[in-house]
């Protein structure tokens, strides 16, 4: 989960790996995918994991309304507060949880999120929703995976599979969230000096 | 933010509104089912109150308990002060017992800074003395903006025994910070001396005279209580004569209406019904009394989590 605190200025070595036609495809093919394997939209809540995912699942239930013509509830999961490394960085705020009425009860929840890395984050939303009630089942649909993974956690819809190395940064920009540039870029960097897992990269 | 919250005044304008954010969040906890965040487990939050109290410190030990840190309560009868030991005996031996957080009341100004200096647990000042309450002002802060919406350029008139109020003391404070025009109004005998210099400095009014004050339509009316407890000597002649001055009573509650409809009444509590406030306003539809505990909950949950949930600070 990429959040808007991070140096706005793209290292000049960075390499566009999702242009915004490429991004728009995914979500479409995404949308499909859920289509197909739920047979329908009945019982689906999309649920976008802030700051990104929120946008990115906003995208989705426009793109299923599209497909099968039926609204689909979307809505917004925070996290901040199921963090497993809260004690290892400075205090952030939480962000908006924005549950459609109608709750996650039985419901097919798909959750939302634009790169999966350590798994951490998608772990915390686990236990985040089983606060909220219990759905049917629960998905995951990310932009992008980028391998990595710390826990036992996979996509059931993914964008793009992105190989990195652990140094590499992958920055997903959105518009709507990110002033008006969009894409997904990979550059070799410098992880952030002293933070022993991103838990949200 | 820093470790410590012990005074309004700790309080930038950016904390204020990053503290009144998360509590929006938080209060959404409360209408759940479940109502647990994971957020401070394995934390101990102790109460430390050595004056009574049920909102602040039933909230308090209800935010923590929400957030899954270990909240214990301990007042000042039943505890070994009232054997005569002296408050840093009391506060060392506690926090010997490896604590993250020291929330005291307690009677005397001053108490919460002095125990601070002795401690490496955040203390949080839940009241002390006459001096200040600074969670009692975010959470009026709190409820006023959940009706008003941005106080920048709201006018609240705070009324009543402001010499012996640190509810008063405090919203000065974070109602000036978050833009909001306040005038005070009390009897001569219950303003507190040498409030011309303080109200110039931190940017309030003063009036003697509650009419004038309701005529001019603020925005919200705190009432205060009437602390009789602090009170030695005649500060008003009688309650009745007290109440016709500057009670909130029905009349006045019109008048309030009529000069603007918007206006909303908010009381600390306890209430005195029928000396500081009529039973008519307690309970009247512009009344957030009852939102004003709602809200206390919430913004003691977002106070705790900034203070406790980061990154150790190197002491």
């Not at chain 2, 054997?83 to 490896?98: C, F, N, P, Y």
Request: glycine share 8%.
């Amino acid at each position: 989960m990429a959040r808007a605190d991070e140096d706005p200025q793209a290292p000049v070595s960075a390499r566009t790996v999702m242009s915004e036609d490429d991004i728009a495809r995914a979500l479409r093919r995404i949308a499909h995918e859920i289509v197909e394997h739920n047979k329908g939209t009945s019982d689906l809540v999309v649920l976008g994991i802030p700051t990104r995912g929120v946008e990115l699942a906003h995208r989705l239930a426009r793109l299923l309304h599209e497909v099968e013509g039926s609204a689909v509830a979307v809505g917004s999961l925070d996290i901040t507060m199921h963090r497993d490394d809260l004690r290892h960085q400075p205090t952030r705020g939480p962000l908006p949880t924005r549950i459609p009425t109608g709750g996650v009860d039985g419901k097919i929840v798909v959750l939302v999120d634009d790169v999966l890395y350590s798994g951490r984050t998608i772990r915390a939303a686990l236990d985040a929703l089983s606060d909220l009630g219990r759905p049917r089942a629960v998905r995951l649909a990310v932009l992008v995976d980028r391998g990595h993974r710390e826990l036992p956690i996979r996509a059931d819809h993914v964008g793009k599979n992105l190989p990195t190395s652990h140094s590499e940064r992958v920055r997903v920009r959105l518009r709507g969230v990110d002033a008006d540039s969009e894409g997904v870029t990979i550059a070799p960097g410098q992880t952030r000096a002293g933070r022993p897992s991103e838990a949200s990269r | 933010m820093r470790r410590h919250l012990l005074s309004s005044a700790d309080l930038s304008r950016d904390d204020i509104a990053m503290l009144l954010a998360t509590a929006a969040e938080m209060h959404d906890i409360q209408r759940r089912d479940v109502k647990k965040l994971p957020t401070l487990r394995g934390r101990t939050i102790i109460n430390l109150f050595f004056e009574d109290s049920t909102r602040t410190r039933s909230s308090f030990e209800i935010a923590g308990k929400w957030m899954s840190a270990d909240t214990i309560n301990i007042t000042g009868k039943g505890s070994s002060t009232s054997k005569g030991e002296s408050l840093r005996d009391t506060v060392l031996t506690i926090t010997a017992m490896a604590v993250d957080a020291l929330v005291i009341r307690h009677m005397a100004s001053g108490a919460c800074h002095q125990v601070a200096g002795w401690v490496d647990a955040s203390v949080i000042n839940a009241g002390d003395g006459t001096h200040e309450h600074p969670t009692q002002a975010l959470l009026d802060a709190y409820t006023m903006a959940q009706r008003l919406g941005d106080l920048q350029g709201r006018h609240v008139a705070i009324v009543g025994d402001l010499t012996h109020s640190r509810v008063f003391r405090s919203n000065v404070i974070t109602l000036g910070r978050l833009g909001a025009r306040v005038t005070v109004v009390a009897p001569p005998t219950l303003m507190p001396s040498g409030i011309g210099s303080w109200a110039v400095a931190d940017g309030f009014a003063t009036s003697g005279n509650l009419d004038e004050v309701i005529a001019s339509g603020p925005d919200a009316v705190m009432m205060l209580r009437v602390q009789r407890e602090r009170m030695s000597g005649g500060f008003f002649p009688t309650a009745r004569e007290y109440t016709v001055g500057y009670g909130l009573t029905r009349e006045r509650l019109r008048a309030l209406t009529a000069a603007n409809g918007e206006a909303v009444i908010c009381h600390p509590g306890p209430m005195n019904r029928g000396l500081e406030i009529s039973p008519e306003a307690a309970d009247a539809a512009s009344s957030l009394i009852l939102d004003q505990v709602s809200a206390g909950v919430a913004v003691r949950m977002a106070v705790l989590y900034h203070l406790l949930a980061g990154e150790e600070v190197a002491a």
